[in-house]
């Protein structure tokens, strides 16, 4: 399969937008043009091109960097609905993948290939400080680069791939709060792991 | 201070936006109106009523069901900036905090408020079951209840409120891709623990 971004007369196309949308989508919602989000939305790209326009996709993303955010402007997978999951192991790379079939993609930034890009290369491995990588830059290099750094495998999925399910709900002895029953005779604040002192 | 949501000759505004605007950006992010998206929409807007204007705020929330969501909508906090934080308690609570001072508000649902509105109680208890309960009466009880149901108070963050940073990285043997050394020899995948094969 052709893995190069869509591109056409009137320009690059990613995640079916225009650059200059798809740009746009990311600073609304991220809050700025983050180099790990340019780069994460072209793996959302070149996923969704692999798994193919019908497929309903689940998504697995491997850091909490940037790559959450990628997903959740463009695909229809968010945390909150239960439909993408992320892993804390700091690794770029995102799988989707069909929910029911358990098949689909994995994406990953390939860092053979970023060798062919410096400035990408250096940025990643933080092999350069940053005052010495000004974003413009970076972003060229990016957008020079789209899907060229990146590599990609079908893959099934065996874990991580059921929703999770409430277990029982009880009332907290302690803030009178509800919480599921399994942390215990009390919620996980009233036995200790809070995050807050009220004033 | 007052914890009713803002009503106008115009209508009620949650979030800064028009009833109308509120729900279509839940149904646009999340897929669907669903009603722990409605009752968190109302939270975010205590909270930051609470919090005032012009505090740069960063937010817990303490489960991943719909509550990462509203905070993502309506505020600038998202997972993949940082600047959104999920504890996966199953409690329907979030916290909204100036990220210097460490202080805020943390909004939770009153179980006791929400007897006054037996649809919400038993929605959330799970004393009925969901045929019994049909989504436009529970719309229309979160609508008819906004923040009456909630209660607010004011914290200072003790915890968690440290951005994560990223350690050392080098190339796994495994996969030759990039990972944070910390993990061991190898990358978590190459552990064992990936949740993949290749096909």
Known sequence: MDTRT????AGTYVCGRSLEDFLKAIENFHGWKAPGMMLGGFMVDLAQRQIGPDVEADAI???CHCLPDAV?????CTVGNGWLKILDWDKFALSLYDRRKLTGHRVSLDLEK??????LYN????????KDLPLEVLHKTILEAKTAVLSSRAISVTRLNTRKKKGETDICSG???AYPTNQGRQCTA??????????
């Open 6 to 9: 869509s591109e056409s007369s």
């Open 61 to 63: 993303v491997e850091t």
């Open 72 to 76: 959740q402007i463009f695909t229809p």
């Open 114 to 119: 970023t060798r062919a890009f410096p400035n």
């Open 123 to 130: 940025w990643y491995m933080r092999r350069v400080p940053k």
């Open 175 to 177: 803030c009178g709060e």
């Open 190 to 199: 009233c036995q200790g792991d809070g995050y807050y002192e009220f004033d």
